[in-house]
Each structure stands twice: as C-alpha cells, then as structure tokens.
C-alpha cells in the first residue's frame, strides 16, 4: 500500500468511528505512520482528503457495477436483479476493506459529507442522477418491447427501486445476524414483489 493509500485507508477508519469533526490531521498522520510532510505532499487539507475518499470509496463502487450492468446483454428482469443484489454486494466489498465492523461507519461518512460540503453533495446527485437516468432508459426499453406493462411511470418507478434498495441499505446498519443470515431470501421476496408489479 502506498503512502497515499495508507493515509486515506487509516483516515476513512478514523472518520468512520468518530465522525469528520472528531478526526485531526495529526491522528490520520500516526494511524498511517505517515509524516506531515507525506500527508500534505497528497492532500492539501483534511476537506480535500475526507471529500476525495468519501467518493471513492462510498461511490465509486456504485458507478462501476452500474457500468458492468449498463453494458450488459440482459432482460429488464435480469436487470433489476442485479439491482437487488447491490446492497448484500456491497456489505460484503465493505466488510471486505475491514474499515469497520458494520455499516454504522459508513452512514457517519455519508451524512458528515452530504452535510457538510456542497460539492461532495453535487457529486452525488450526480451519481444518482445518472444512474436514475440509465434505470429509466431500461424501463422504457422494457416497457416499449413488451416485457413489461404500457403503464408503467418509469420517474416513479426508478425512485421506487432506489428506495427501496437505498433503504435495505440503511436497515441492516441494525440487522441481528439473524437478519443478515436471512439477507439472500430479503432481498429475493423483496425483488420478486417489485417484478410482480412491472411484469405483463
């Protein structure tokens, strides 16, 4: 790992645990066993570290699998499975970068940042924003083919897709282990009700 690395990994944990204004510059500089001078070499201030890494690792992982999806021969059904497995998806790419236990952390970054920076937050809309816009591409493309039904709002549908994929997202921050043992057959209830309402 490199130097920069090593300093936005070791400062996206601290952030996690104690929110952006509980992080000092000198407590990201010893957690990465870097120097001030390392640290300055690649961020010019704590904002631009903290809004550069909320992206990456926050959001970045989203663009991607929805560049995998778009790009991918699949029915609208397919599709929308692929979109219904993001959340387990990405518990799992989370639990896999061991910044912290659960995804507690992870909203603590995302609220301080939407929050607090209107330039992260424009970031962001963006994101959704396109990825609202590819949703509704697959709808209409669906909708026209007849592979679902002729009326069916596709503005209303994607924000009810996203909703209901953003808020599993934020519901299992408190899931028992129970509750995430039982995530695979969630999220499969949860997409075939949503199928029910699209398919012909």
Request: proline letters at 0%.
């Amino acid at each position: 790992m490199s130097t920069k690395e090593r300093i936005e990994y070791e400062a996206l944990k601290l952030f996690c645990r104690k929110g952006y204004n509980g992080v000092r510059i000198d407590e990201i500089i010893s957690a990465a066993e870097s120097t001030k001078g390392g640290f300055y070499h690649h961020f010019a201030s704590k904002q631009e570290l903290f809004t550069k890494i909320v992206f990456s690792y926050l959001f970045e992982w989203i663009i991607e699998q929805a560049a995998t999806a778009h790009n991918a021969e699949m029915s609208f059904q397919e599709y929308l499975r692929t979109l219904f497995d993001y959340p387990k998806r990405y518990l799992e790419w989370w639990h896999s970068l061991r910044i912290s236990e659960d995804l507690r952390g992870l909203f603590v970054v995302f609220f301080d940042g939407i929050g607090m920076f209107e330039d992260l937050r424009m970031k962001i809309v963006n994101v959704y924003t396109e990825l609202m816009q590819e949703i509704v591409f697959r709808i209409d493309s669906a909708r026209t083919i007849g592979e679902i039904r002729k009326d069916i709002d596709s503005e209303a549908a994607v924000i009810q897709i996203l909703s209901t994929l953003e808020g599993l997202t934020l519901l299992m921050v408190g899931f028992n282990s129970s509750q995430l043992s039982n995530l695979d057959y969630y999220i499969g209830e949860m997409f075939r009700n949503t199928w029910r309402g699209f398919s012909t």
